[in-house]
Nanobody, 123 residues
Framework: QVQLVESGGGLVQAGDSLRLSCVAS????????VGWFRQAPGKEREFVAA????????SYANSVKGRFTISRDNARKTLSLQMNSLNSEDTALYYC????????????????WGQGTQVTVSS
């Protein structure tokens, strides 16, 4: 079992940057693909980015490609999301997600979720 705890959310202005972090505890972190999802008010939870177990492969939603960068540190059991050029459409609750053996690219494939961290971008 894996426990995930996010941090780093906050209120920023359009064009600013923010870095989210997720700390994992429990089972072997390196056996999980991990990623980020987000959910805006009134909308479904959507995929943002994912990274493979070893960190050699990444995947991004088109809406964040070129602006967001996902990374992981297996020794420290941490996952990060560097978010640049933020805009109001990035406002959402951001969730850390883990999937055994593969990258989590859709909600149904996620094995574990964090509690979420709020990101609010004012225009």
């Amino acid at each position: 079992q894996v426990q995930l705890v996010e941090s780093g959310g906050g209120l920023v202005q359009a064009g600013d940057s923010l870095r989210l972090s997720c700390v994992a505890s429990g089972a072997a972190f390196s056996t999980y693909g991990v990623g980020w999802f987000r959910q805006a008010p009134g909308k479904e939870r959507e995929f943002v980015a994912a990274i493979s177990r070893g960190g050699d492969s990444t995947s991004y939603a088109n809406s964040v490609k070129g602006r967001f960068t996902i990374s992981r540190d297996n020794a420290r059991k941490t996952l990060s999301l560097q978010m640049n050029s933020l805009n109001s459409e990035d406002t959402a609750l951001y969730y850390c997600a883990a999937r055994r053996w593969a990258m989590p690219r859709d909600r149904q494939s996620v094995d574990y979720w964090g509690q979420g961290t709020q990101v609010t971008v004012s225009s």
